[in-house]
């Protein structure tokens, strides 16, 4: 069972214990690996071919169908709705895109943003949780740290470890200085925020 603890105010939580072993981060990252990759574009509409800005984001996604990993979405759904009612109280979560698979190379990074549209292009269903899961085991990279805007706090996860945070949170993830840094993105939406 993975038990949640909060940070800053509920809007960011790490699960205490990671969220998948060594053995399922492997086969997440070979079922990441196994779909086109692209490089990765910004904005909400990246799936539709949103631009890619070298100057905001440098990564490489690829999008990992539902038929292909039932049990891990089931998981996280799992572990969000619980971490939801015990922290975050949104009304009507769920999942609503598939997720992302990330590779940071060394350079890496992707600057301040939100995951949320604030012009709700795509809109609704609205996200409202973002989460985080690295899948490289930490002594693999170097820098790449999760960074929420207005905390010095950085985000320091192990191998498997989850964070869910608010998606109207600023957040960055800081250049890669050594090695790769693999991780699972997901966004969770439901009705306008009230």
């Known amino acids: 069972m993975i038990i949640t603890e909060p940070r800053w105010k509920s809007f960011c939580v790490e699960t205490t214990n990671p969220l998948f072993s060594p053995k399922q981060c492997q086969m997440i990252i070979e079922a990441g690996r196994a779909q086109p990759r692209q490089n990765a574009s910004v904005g909400q509409a990246q799936k539709e071919g949103g631009i890619v800005d070298t100057k905001t984001r440098t990564s490489h996604i690829s999008w990992i169908p539902f038929s292909k990993m039932p049990e891990m979405y089931k998981d996280i759904e799992t572990t969000m709705k ?7 109280g949104f009304d009507g979560m769920q999942i609503t895109e598939l997720a992302q698979y990330t590779e940071y190379p060394s ?24 989460m985080t899961c690295l899948l490289s085991h930490e002594s693999e990279f170097e820098g790449g740290e999760l960074q929420i805007e207005k905390e010095d706090n950085k985000v320091k996860l192990v191998q498997g470890q989850a964070v869910f945070f ?5 957040h960055r993830v800081a250049p890669v200085t050594r090695g790769v840094r693999k991780s699972l993105v997901m966004w969770f939406g439901g009705p306008p925020l009230r």
């Open 107 to 130: 350079g890496g990074f992707y600057d301040w943003h939100m995951d949320s549209d604030v012009n709700f292009a795509h809109e609704p269903p609205v996200r409202k949780i973002s």
């Open 82 to 88: 619980k971490t939801n009612s015990n922290h975050f």
């Open 166 to 170: 608010a998606s109207f949170i600023k």
